[in-house]
């Protein structure tokens, strides 16, 4: 054996497990991000109609949203790349990119709904007192951290997976 691993090390399911760490990084992701911004939207237009002149400043927990998704699409093309045809790739390998693609899904879910839960409670209160915005966007800015720490666990998992066999 020179220094390559026997084939029980590299199964030819393994790229399954890695491609469905890709897969459940960006779709959790996506599921958290869509669920954030559609409770926060919900907020911004129950309070379109009584003060059209605060939408704009409302803004801020969609776009927050949106970047969970961003999270998501990072690591599963971190993954997706690490991926190919011509190469062996383990199993080991591919636990770690599963382990990646669960670790920033279901961060972002939580950061999802976090963002998604304060935005609207926060947007409808920012409509009766603006004093409110600074709490608002801190509160989102903690909220929006469940989600980086999701990635930044996939980063060190990605940088330990090695697909040689």
């Known amino acids: 054996m020179s220094g390559s691993l026997p084939t029980d090390y590299c199964p030819a399911f393994a790229?399954?497990?890695?491609?469905?760490?890709?897969?459940l990084a960006m779709i959790l992701s996506?599921?958290?991000a869509a669920y954030g911004t559609a409770k926060a939207g919900v907020g911004i237009a129950g309070i379109g109609t009584f003060r059209p002149d605060l939408?704009?400043?409302?803004?801020?927990?969609?776009?927050?949203?949106?970047?969970?998704?961003?999270?998501?699409?990072?690591v599963s093309v971190l993954?997706?790349?690490s991926?190919?045809?011509t190469e062996p790739y383990s199993l080991f390998a591919s636990a770690v990119h599963l382990a990646s693609g669960l670790?920033?899904?279901?961060?972002g879910i939580a950061a999802g709904y976090a963002i998604g839960v304060v935005g609207d409670a926060c947007v409808r209160a920012y409509m009766y007192q603006q004093r409110i915005f600074?709490?608002?966007?801190?509160?989102?800015?903690?909220?929006?951290v469940l989600?980086?720490?999701?990635?930044?666990?996939?980063?060190?998992?990605?940088?330990?997976?090695k697909s040689n066999c």
């Open 15 to 23: 790229p399954f497990f890695g491609f469905a760490g890709a897969g």
């Open 30 to 32: 996506a599921v958290g």
């Open 55 to 74: 939408v704009m400043k409302c803004l801020i927990p969609v776009v927050m949203a949106g970047i969970i998704a961003v999270y998501g699409l990072v």
């Open 79 to 81: 993954v997706a790349s």
């Open 83 to 85: 991926l190919s045809p």
């Open 103 to 107: 670790s920033t899904g279901f961060a």
């Open 134 to 144: 600074v709490a608002m966007v801190l509160i989102l800015i903690f909220a929006e």
């Open 147 to 161: 989600g980086l720490y999701g990635l930044i666990v996939a980063l060190i998992l990605n940088t330990k997976a």
